[in-house]
RNA sequence: GACCCCGUAGCUCAAUUGGAUAGAGCAACAGCCUUCUAAGCUGUAGGUUGCGCGUUCGAUUCGCGCCGGGGUCACCA
């Protein structure tokens, strides 16, 4: 559709000796009555031109030259906008195209398989993963979609780091909670993690290996303390995001970047640049030659790096495996830390501009109108395996993707668990279902094929005529479109809104028409748009990672 | 104090990335099932887009300044 335009524009442009600074664009108005694309390109040649913006469309649109068979109207409206309105044949014959696209239809290839990576959750395996994570799962694992369907050759990362502080407190939590099984009064350590999982873990020791932990030396058993705990927590981390669908290509371990070296090699080149120094018996980079408002300490008197350090060589890490565009999806917490890695990155000869940051705020939940209240220090918190079993995992990717990332996100449970119209998961599924549902029954009534594409051409679509009919098509039509500006965007939330309209223009279009009828020609015609309808949905959702039922 | 996000219908949020008359869903009210799934459809009502300047043909969108909510400013991650 917009190709066509700007063909012909280009040929009138070259008709009327002009060449145009201004980039031309066509958009679907906003008012129906404004047509079906526009275009502001007149006003903004006009004033570079010193001309009049209606007059120079109107010269413009004397000269496109278009046909009439395929575009019924053109107009000049308000300031200068060139309102065009295509036939029904222009729309209907595309609807052919959908059905012969099928599971591809909404694929494109901006991105040229670009080497791209997601990185995201990346929690350290220190306990069960939150609702936050769940939002980043959902998230990240939509954007990697997008990207995959927009011709991109993703790989889902998982950066983690089983050493440090964090884990050494782990360790000692399970080590004591061990320990108190066999003596009430053993200690428990004063930040360490108050979880009901620690406590498992700890019977989980206790089952397998006895009291042979007790006889050990401490330090020994906290080793296999760590090793269990990390390994048992991972695994539960894996299961939970298997649930939603969620799976990563690469685990990436924060410490493998020491015991090869790539955490030294940075600190070497750092300091060969002159951006590193010694100060208060820690190391210090050198933001502030880098634009950043004070330096930050990169390892710390006691020897221990800080995380900056592990992070830009992570970051370098990623652009040495040749990744050209690099996705990271973090918490709103971790907004401070962005800035000092990509000066880092700078730093060391790369371009920080190909490293894309995708920031998402938090999450509430909303029980009865009431906040649940969430604390995790008292781990009275809910964890996103919990919040799977309450409302299921489409709910759960649905209704994480549903708001803009830069929004918090109230996660109404009530609403969330509601099987009527009001859920908007339903609302969109149950256009699915009902369209299989209408496919089957004609199937049975003998008046389709539902897997025939041969016989396509005998359709003639452009017996769809009805306007509920040519706004569901001119919807469907949209939806590569969408997807490309959804992952450009990096706005899931595009594609949740999109798909609730397709589904909106579908439930009209079912009501206003009965499909199996018995004219024959038009039955047909209208099964095949019950078809695109149904390959729309379903390709929808397949890149929310949610399910498309053939049946409810 | 500095920086980041948010502020749009009573509530939760959209808004084609600067377009023409700001839209959905809840909640409220009034209707529609001998029919392919009523988990649906239709209608009514609801607004000075937090406030004020500015940029321009045109601002919910961009810039500046206020006001309000959240977040971050470690030799924690």
């Known amino acids: 559709m917009k190709k066509y335009l700007t063909e012909k524009f280009i040929a009138a442009f070259e008709r009327l000796n002009l060449t145009p600074e201004t980039k031309l664009t066509f958009e679907k108005p906003r008012v129906e009555a404004h047509g079906d694309l526009t275009t502001n390109v007149a006003m903004l040649m006009a004033k570079p031109l010193r ?279 973090f918490g709103a917490d971790h907004i401070a830390t962005i800035p000092d890695v990509l000066a880092g990155v700078r730093a060391l000869g790369y371009d920080p501009e190909k490293v894309k940051v995708v920031i998402h705020q938090f999450v509430t939940l909303m029980r009865n109108g009431q906040q649940v209240k969430m604390s995790k220090r008292a781990a009275n918190f809910v964890t996103l395996e919990e919040l799977i079993d309450e409302v299921g995992p489409d709910a759960v990717r649905f209704f994480f993707l549903m708001r803009s990332v830069s929004s918090h996100l109230e996660f109404d449970l009530n609403l969330a668990k509601e099987q009527s119209e009001k859920n908007p998961v339903y609302y969109v599924q149950y256009a699915h279902a009902r369209i299989a549902s209408i496919l089957r029954f004609a199937e049975s009534e003998g008046v389709f094929w539902s897997s025939d594409l041969h016989r396509l051409r005998e359709i003639d679509f452009s017996l769809l005529k009805e306007d509920s009919e040519i706004a569901l098509v001119k919807l469907l039509l949209e939806f590569p479109e969408l997807v490309e500006s959804a992952c450009c965007g990096y706005e899931p939330q595009r594609l949740t809104n999109y798909l609730h309209d397709v589904a909106t223009a579908f439930h009209k279009f079912y009501h206003d028409h009965r499909v199996v009828i018995p004219e024959r020609d038009l039955a047909q015609a209208r099964l095949g748009l019950c078809l695109a309808a149904k390959i729309v949905l379903r390709n929808g959702c397949a890149i929310l990672g949610i399910t498309a039922p053939e049946r409810m």
Request: some cysteine; overall charge negative.
């Open 51 to 329: 001309k009049n913006p209606r007059e120079l469309a109107k010269e413009l649109v004397n000269a496109l030259q278009l046909e009439s068979d395929l575009v019924s109207n053109v107009e000049v409206a308000g300031p200068g906008f060139i309102n065009f309105r295509f036939t029904e044949k222009f729309f209907n014959r595309q609807v052919e195209q959908i059905l012969r696209e099928g599971d591809r239809f909404g694929r494109t290839n901006i991105g040229n398989g670009k080497k791209t990576q997601v990185e995201f959750v990346s929690a350290n395996p220190t306990g069960p993963l939150s609702v936050g994570h769940g939002r980043q799962a959902a998230i990240g694992d939509t954007i990697a979609n997008l990207l995959t369907w927009t011709g991109h050759d993703v790989t889902r990362e998982y950066y983690y780091n089983n050493a440090g502080r964090q884990m050494r407190m782990l360790a000692e939590s399970t080590y004591a909670r061990y320990m108190q099984l066999f003596d009430p009064t053993y200690p428990f350590p004063e930040d360490g993690y108050q979880g009901e999982y620690i406590r498992e873990i700890a019977d989980l020791l206790k089952r397998d290996r006895g009291e042979t932990l007790r006889n050990l030396a401490k330090e020994e058993a906290l080793a296999i303390c760590k090793q269990v705990a990390e390994k048992t927590l991972f695994e539960a981390i894996k299961a939970v995001l298997a649930r939603m669908g969620v799976h990563f290509d690469v685990f990436y371990n924060e410490d493998s970047l020491y015991t090869t070296g790539k955490i030294q090699e940075v600190v070497d080149e750092l300091r060969r640049l002159g951006l590193v120094y010694d100060q208060d018996g820690a190391v210090w980079l050198k933001t502030t030659a880098l634009g950043e408002e004070k330096d930050r300490v990169i390892i710390k008197s006691t020897g221990e790096p800080t995380y900056r350090l592990p992070d830009i060589a992570y970051h370098r890490e990623k652009f040495r495996r040749g990744f050209e565009l690099i996705v990271d999806i």
